[in-house]
């Protein structure tokens, strides 16, 4: 798999930032900067050759917008899907959550175009709208799907904050999980091995896209830096940063900038979503 350039993503995070910054501050469902993150995206993609679909919808009486890519090629019948929300709560632009995942999964999927790769699987890639209200954009994909179309997502890999600012290296417990993987959690657990970062597991529940899938009986995994929760001197040992202090103090709030990124968790998560698309997409 290749490195993923950090700085690619940074850039594609100030990106967002401006057009939050343009769009009175956020990229919240129902507001322009949310819109125009899911064009900015589409373009990067439709000129790299993918097919991609905005898919509408109504919630809280504005129309949401989910973006799905497919990249060409692969068996269809065998998908492995990766996503993350783009939408950002209205108090900020929403960087870490979830500029982050959507920058890095952006990448990802521009460096599987760009590799020639021919995957075996069928890779395709998900920006949800709304999940702020409630996983709303990635609930009303999965229902929009029939039964034989939702059988062929063998796998959905989800990405919500992975730039925090005093990071950890949570991976999505395979087997807590309605439909967890213990396979995907490996893959992932197994890249950061690989580079000497310990990770934990994390009970992540309902709290994020994953878990619509889940519910459809898709198998799960993913990644997590950390959220308001504090982190422990244990785990300021292992992992560095501030004990006593959040994983992302800035969580839900205006301070959510490009200053609330940690770079290197940036780009250790961001070579983990690239190796484990490579290792389970091959
Ligand atoms: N989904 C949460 C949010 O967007 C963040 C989160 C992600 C929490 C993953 C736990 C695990 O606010
Ligand atoms: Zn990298
Ligand atoms: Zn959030
Ligand atoms: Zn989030």
Same mark, same amino acid.
């Given at each position: ?18 057009i ?5 501050g ?7 900067? &949310?819109k ?27 129309? %949401? ?8 090629? *692969? ?6 899907? !990766?996503? %993350? &929300?783009?939408?950002?709560? !209205? ?45 709303? %954009? ?28 005093n ?6 417990? %395979? ?14 657990? $197994? ?19 994953h ?11 993913? !990644?997590?830096? $950390?959220a308001?929760?504090?982190? !422990? ?7 560095? *940063?501030?004990? *006593? ?6 969580? &839900? ?20 979503i ?9």
């Open positions: 798999a290749p490195n993923i350039s950090v700085a690619a993503v940074q850039a594609d995070l100030a990106q967002l930032q401006s939050a910054t343009a769009n009175g956020n990229r919240a469902h129902g507001r322009p900067g &949310h125009a993150s899911v064009d900015w995206i589409k373009g990067k993609l439709d000129a790299a050759g993918f097919t991609t679909r905005v898919q509408t919808f109504t919630s809280s009486g504005a129309t %949401g917008y989910n973006l799905i890519a497919d990249l060409p090629g *692969g068996d269809t019948n065998n998908i492995l899907m !990766t996503g %993350g &929300h783009l939408d950002s709560v !209205t108090a900020g632009p929403g960087i870490n959550d979830n500029g982050s995942g959507s920058s890095s999964i952006l990448e990802v999927a521009l460096a599987a175009k760009a590799s020639g790769v021919a995957f075996t699987r069928h890779l395709r890639f998900g920006w949800w709208g709304a999940e702020e209200l409630g996983l709303v %954009g990635s609930t009303f994909y999965v229902n929009s799907l029939s039964s034989t179309e939702k059988s062929k997502i063998k796998t959905y890999l989800n990405f919500d904050m992975t730039g925090s600012p990071p950890g290296y949570f991976v999505y417990s %395979g087997a807590s999980q309605p439909t967890g993987s213990v396979a995907v959690q490996q893959t992932l657990t $197994g890249y950061f091995t690989s580079i000497g970062v310990q990770t934990e597991l994390t009970e992540v529940g309902g709290r994020s896209d878990a619509a899938f889940a519910r459809a009986g898709i198998a799960t995994g993913g !990644t997590f830096s $950390g308001e929760v504090i982190k !422990t001197a244990a785990q300021a040992a292992k992992w560095g *940063g501030t004990s *006593g202090t959040a994983f992302d103090r800035c969580y &839900h709030r205006s301070c959510d900038t490009t200053s609330n990124i940690n770079a290197t968790s940036l780009d250790r998560q961001a070579d983990a690239a190796y484990t698309v490579w290792t389970l997409g091959a």
